[in-house]
Nanobody, 123 residues
Framework: QVQLTESGGRLVQTGDSLRLSCVAS????????MGWFRRSPGKEREFVAV????????DYGDSAKGRFTISRDNAKNTAYLQMNSLKPEDTGTYYC????????????????WGQGTPVTVSS
């Protein structure tokens, strides 16, 4: 059974940086892509970032490009999301997810989900 546990979300101010972590239990962590999604108040859950099995390939949603960086440490079964220059519109619950395969950018391509960690960016 795969379990994903996010951490690192908290209240920050505009312009601050924050790093989210996602620890995965279960075998073969490095066989799958890992992604981050977020649900902002009043909006559908949206794609934020994805990293492939090795960490060598990444992709970002439009809102994350240039400000967020996704990475992973396969030795620690952990994925990260470094968020810089945070804005109030980045407020939301951030979810870590493990893909069915080696890539994915849509929710339907992810098999396992964490409970989410809340991020609030004050103006």
């Amino acid at each position: 059974q795969v379990q994903l546990t996010e951490s690192g979300g908290r209240l920050v101010q505009t312009g601050d940086s924050l790093r989210l972590s996602c620890v995965a239990s279960g075998p073969r962590f490095d066989d799958y892509a890992m992604g981050w999604f977020r649900r902002s108040p009043g909006k559908e859950r949206e794609f934020v970032a994805v990293v492939n099995w090795s960490g060598g390939l990444t992709d970002y949603g439009d809102s994350a490009k240039g400000r967020f960086t996704i990475s992973r440490d396969n030795a620690k079964n952990t994925a990260y999301l470094q968020m810089n220059s945070l804005k109030p519109e980045d407020t939301g619950t951030y979810y870590c997810a493990r893909a069915f395969t080696t890539w994915g950018t849509q929710e339907k391509e992810f098999a396992y989900w964490g409970q989410g960690t809340p991020v609030t960016v004050s103006s």
